[in-house]
Each structure stands twice: as C-alpha cells, then as structure tokens.
C-alpha cells in the first residue's frame, strides 16, 4: 500500500481557495482567468494577484498550489500559455498541469526548477503514452482520464516511472477525457481551446407553465417538472426525445463518488486523489475536502469510511463507482 494520498481540491476563486486550505487539502489547483484554463467560466480564477495572495495564503499552512494550464493554444498564438507557465513560476506555483506538448516543452526547456504534471485533457491512459511524457518533457504526475478500473491502474503503476493522481468525486464526463467537443457544435466554443464547456453566455432558462427549460443556445437540454432538480444544461447529461420519450441519451447527471474505495485505491499505488469542482462554491468545496480529509485519516488508522456527509452534494443526488468498478464487463 502507498504512503498517505495527498488530497488535491478544487479552487475556483480565492475565496474557494481558503475553504479547501482550511478544510484539509494537502494541495488545492486553480487557473488564471483566462482561456489557458479549462474551466474558463465568468466570475471563476485568479487574476496574477491573487494567485499570489493564495500562494502565501496556502504556503504559510503547508498546502501545495498547483496550476492547471490546460488547454491548447490556438495556432499562431501560443504566448498565453508560454505567460501563464512563466507567471506560474514566478508567483511560486509548486507545480504547473499541462495538456499541450508544445506547452509541455516550454516549460521544460525554460523552467526546469517547476514540477511539471499531465493534466487528464492530455488523455494519457497507457504506460508507452505516459513513459513518453516523462522521457521527453520531466513529467513528474499524470492525472488518469477516468477510464481505467482499479486493477488496470494497480498494472499501470508498476509499468510507469510516474506518480499516478485520480479522480474520486464530482462531475463524469462521457467523453475520452481532453476529447471533447460537443457543446461547441451548438456554441462554437471549445472547451479544449477557449476552455469552456456550455459557457453561460448560451445558457437560458425558460419557464413554460409549471414546467422548467433549460437551453444551450436555441437547443432544448431539458425540460424538468415542479420540484425535480434541475441541473446546469450541458448537452452530454441532456434529456431529449427518443422515438418520442424523453430520457438521457448520452448519459444521466450523477456524481462521481469512490470515497468508499480510498483502500482499494492506495493499494493500487495511487499517489494522489483529486476532487472536481473549480465552478463549485466555497461551502461546497469546505464540505466535500472536509469529507475527504476525514475519510482518508479514518483509511490511515484502519477505521471504516463513511460517505453520509457528500449525499447533498452529489449531482442529481446520486451517485456511481464510475468506470472504476466496471460492473457490466
């Protein structure tokens, strides 16, 4: 079994980056505002400023920052993110999340002193894939796309010469990680260049009668009655017609949540657990760390793990193990 997981939470804003600090995150990840991160959203992330501010706010109570530059640069403009690797340097980062290979190698060649991580857009989920990352650009941690059960990543550790970091609650994406382009069909917007999934600018929200409408552009996502929860339109977890009955085609809103699985998971080698949710709330991000760092000091000592405290956090208030389990093989 691996030494303590070092738990990895999300910080959408300084305010989010104080509550996952405070809450028990050993390290929190954040992004600039602006489209070098993958959760590009109005209001969210960090001007230089403070990001700095957050460093120190997190460096005086020994917790890692570190940041996701993880989209790819438009042709012919690469500078942005070439920025963002260099700011990240110099305001102090502990390490920086990369997709882009070109990215990759900037910041390789030009700051060899700053960790360098594979953020789980780059959608590395073999050892000749990520033993490449790590040969050519220093790649110290790959963060797994969340297609690999249990024992596949128990394999792949013992084929790597890289720590492994996975994904254990919040938001599933139907995609191949760092392959999706869905919404931009309907936006014209990538969440992979311009780092933006269903932006709000296209969001609406319509109300007919009693009933509830949820837009992404001029398409319907869904339609939900009084009373029934109604999520964030991405078109991935829409409900639409279907020989005319509506249900999910794609895939339903619910949460990641292995929280029970933390054993299988330090026995399988991981290194590090990461919590997704840079567009949540600080409330949310404090009672979700909070969960967790409780979760894994109760692993620690051999305790039993309890999930009560995420069961009003969890999209559609369900939950699923996810691929990790992969029941139906």
């Known amino acids: 079994m691996s030494a303590t997981m ?11 980056l104080r509550a996952a600090v405070d809450a028990g995150a050993d390290a929190v990840y954040v992004g600039f505002r602006d489209e070098t991160n993958a959760r590009n959203f109005p209001g969210l992330n960090f001007s230089r400023g403070e990001l700095a501010d957050g460093v120190a706010y997190a460096h005086d109570r020994n917790v890692k920052v570190l940041v996701a530059i993880n989209t790819f640069p438009k042709a012919g403009n690469p500078g942005p993110w070439m920025k963002a690797v260099d700011d990240a340097h110099e305001i102090g980062a502990d390490a920086v999340i990369l997709a882009d ?13 700053l960790r360098r991580h594979l953020s789980v857009q780059a959608s590395a989920s073999n050892p000749e894939a990520i033993r490449f990352y790590a040969e050519a650009f220093g790649i110290k941690r790959v963060v797994l796309p969340r297609v690999l059960t249990v024992a596949e990543i128990a394999a792949l550790n013992t084929q790597i010469p890289v720590e492994t970091e996975v994904f254990v609650f919040g938001g599933l994406c139907v995609m191949a990680e760092g392959r999706c382009s869905l919404s931009s069909y309907i936006t014209g917007i990538s969440p992979n260049k311009e780092g933006v999934c269903s932006p709000a600018s296209h969001v609406r929200y319509e109300e007919e009668g009693d009933v509830l409408v949820t837009k992404l552009g001029e398409c319907t996502v869904n339609r939900f009655s009084a009373g029934e929860p109604a999520g964030y339109p991405t078109l991935c977890k829409g409900r639409f017609l279907v020989k005319g009955k509506p249900q ?5 809103p619910t949460s990641l949540s292995v929280i029970h699985m933390l054993p299988e998971l330090a ?10 949710g840079r567009q949540r709330g600080r409330a949310y991000v404090a009672q979700v760390v909070a969960a967790f760092r409780k979760a894994l000091d109760a692993v ?13 956090v969890t999209e559609g208030r369900r939950e699923t193990a996810g691929v990790y389990k992969r029941d139906w093989r």
């Open 6 to 16: 070092e738990l990895v939470c999300p910080a959408g804003t300084p305010a989010s």
């Open 248 to 252: 999910y085609l794609f895939e339903e």
């Open 267 to 276: 026995e399988a080698g991981v290194t590090a657990l990461k919590i997704e």
């Open 101 to 113: 290979i070109g990215v990759a190698d900037y910041a390789a060649r030009n700051h060899a002193d």
């Open 300 to 312: 620690a000592t051999g305790e039993p793990v309890s999930a009560e405290e995420l069961a009003t």
